[in-house]
T-cell receptor
Framework: QKEVEQDPGPLSVPEGAIVSLNCTYS??????FMWYRQYSRKGPELLMY????GNKEDGRFTAQVDKSSKYISLFIRDSQPSDSATYLC??????????????FGTGTQLKVEL | NAGVTQTPKFQVLKTGQSMTLQCAQD?????MYWYRQDPGMGLRLIYY???????DKGEVPNGYNVSRLNKREFSLRLESAAPSQTSVYFCASTGGTNLYEQYFGPGTRLTVT
C-alpha cells in the first residue's frame, strides 16, 4: 500500500465549476500537507500548505486537512481554464540530518473547459 | 534570480552509456533533492543533500550517484544507463523560511534506448 493515495483522474469540468481534489495517507508522522500544481512539461510549484487540521483559504483555493481521518482536500472555486494542470498532494516528514522529505501523491490531472 | 536550473533539458542515451545531470540554485538553500517522475508513480526521491558536504539515499537510489559540489550545485550521475531509467528528472531545493517548501527546476527528460 502506498503511503499517499491520490485519484489520478483525469478530471474534466466546465469553467466556473467547483473542483474537489483529494488524497488519503497512512503515515501519522506527516506534519505538513501541501498541494503542488504542475503545468505540462514544467516543474511542480507550491500552491498551498497547511500544518494542522482545519481549513486554509487563499483566493479561490481552499485546503482542508482532517488528521483523524488521514484525509486532505483541495477545493477550487470558480474554476478557470488556466487552472488546467496536474495537482499533486505532498506530505512532509523530517529527514535525519536535516531537511524535509516530501512524499507525493501520483497527481490528479484537471482540465477546465470553456 | 533564476531559482533552480537544470541541464540538459532533454537527453537520449543508449543502454550502458553514462551521463551527469546538473542542477544549480541561486537561493542560498541548504538542502537539495533529486526526484524522478514516472506516469502513475508520482515523484520519487532518488538522493538528497541536507547540507553542503552530505548526501543520503532516498527511495530509489539504485543505479545513481550524486555529488554536492558546493552549496549551489548538486549533480546526479548515471554510470550505466538502463531503459528503466527513462524518466523525467527534477532537482529541488529548500532552505528558506518555509523548510517544507521545495522549489523545483524545469526538469530533464531522459530516454534510454
Amino acid at each position: 500500500q502506498k503511503e499517499v493515495e491520490q485519484d489520478p483522474g483525469p478530471l474534466s469540468v466546465p469553467e466556473g465549476a467547483i473542483v474537489s481534489l483529494n488524497c488519503t495517507y497512512s503515515n501519522s508522522a506527516f506534519q505538513y500537507f501541501m498541494w503542488y500544481r504542475q503545468y505540462s512539461r514544467k516543474g511542480p510549484e507550491l500552491l498551498m500548505y497547511t500544518y494542522s487540521s482545519g481549513n486554509k483559504e487563499d483566493g479561490r483555493f481552499t485546503a482542508q486537512v482532517d488528521k483523524s481521518s488521514k484525509y486532505i482536500s483541495l477545493f477550487i472555486r470558480d474554476s478557470q481554464p488556466s487552472d488546467s494542470a496536474t495537482y499533486l498532494c505532498a506530505m512532509s516528514a523530517e529527514l535525519t540530518g536535516g531537511g524535509n522529505k516530501l512524499t507525493f501523491g501520483t497527481g490528479t490531472q484537471l482540465k477546465v473547459e470553456l | 534570480n533564476a531559482g533552480v536550473t537544470q541541464t540538459p533539458k532533454f537527453q537520449v542515451l543508449k543502454t550502458g552509456q553514462s551521463m551527469t545531470l546538473q542542477c544549480a540554485q541561486d537561493m542560498n538553500h541548504n538542502s537539495m533533492y533529486w526526484y524522478r517522475q514516472d506516469p502513475g508513480m508520482g515523484l520519487r526521491l532518488i538522493y538528497y543533500s541536507a547540507s553542503e558536504g552530505t548526501t543520503d539515499k532516498g527511495e530509489v537510489p539504485n543505479g545513481y550517484n550524486v555529488s554536492r559540489l558546493n552549496k549551489r550545485e548538486f549533480s546526479l550521475r548515471l554510470e550505466s544507463a538502463a531503459p528503466s531509467q527513462t524518466s523525467v528528472y527534477f532537482c529541488a531545493s529548500t532552505g528558506g523560511t518555509n523548510l517544507y517548501e521545495q522549489y523545483f527546476g524545469p526538469g530533464t527528460r531522459l530516454t534510454v534506448t
